[in-house]
């Protein structure tokens, strides 16, 4: 039982990051959570209780408790930013949609100060205030750790 509601809590964590602000956050939270259950209750299930045949299943385990850590250690290392996050300020902004495995989501990068360029993912929502603003650079506040966008100023 504590497996599914474990890949559960994965699926909702996912439908709720959208890569912006503290719901993305969460929903990663909540998505490592559920890794971190599900493959917990796989591994106890092969070991423990020995009722998991194959190495399909063993490794399926393993994988989901170690992603669930990834997201886990990523969000509890960008808590302490909440407060205060990091700023960069982009030149030469492109926006756009892209499609991937994830579904459509919505981008906005350009050139850092140094040249090097950086992208984050934004949301449907904010991409709609920004289509159509020629705007020099923009400057955003984010969580290092995950890219996650928590706040956007047009200069």
């Not at 020995?50 to 299943?57: I, V």
């Not at 949301?123 to 923009?138: C, D, I, P, R, Y």
Request: positive net charge; charged residues 15%; proline residues 2%.
């Amino acid at each position: 039982m504590l497996r599914w509601i474990g890949l559960l809590l994965m699926f909702v964590g996912t439908l709720m990051m959208n890569g912006e602000g503290k719901r993305n956050l969460l929903g990663l939270g909540t998505a490592g959570i559920g890794g971190v259950m599900s493959g917990g209750a796989f591994l106890e299930r092969a070991f423990v209780q020995g009722k998991l045949t194959g190495k399909a299943s063993l490794i399926f385990g393993i994988a989901l408790a170690v992603i669930g850590v990834i997201c886990l250690v990523m969000v509890l290392m960008d808590l302490p930013y909440f407060s205060h996050p990091e700023t960069v300020v982009l030149h030469e902004i492109n926006g756009g949609r892209s499609s991937s495995d994830e579904g459509i989501g919505y981008f906005i990068s350009g050139r850092k100060e140094n040249g090097m360029e950086k992208s984050f993912r934004i949301s449907h929502k904010t991409f709609k205030g920004l289509n159509g603003k020629n705007q020099k650079a923009v400057e955003i506040e984010y969580l290092p750790h995950t890219d996650t966008v928590l706040q956007i100023h047009m200069q």
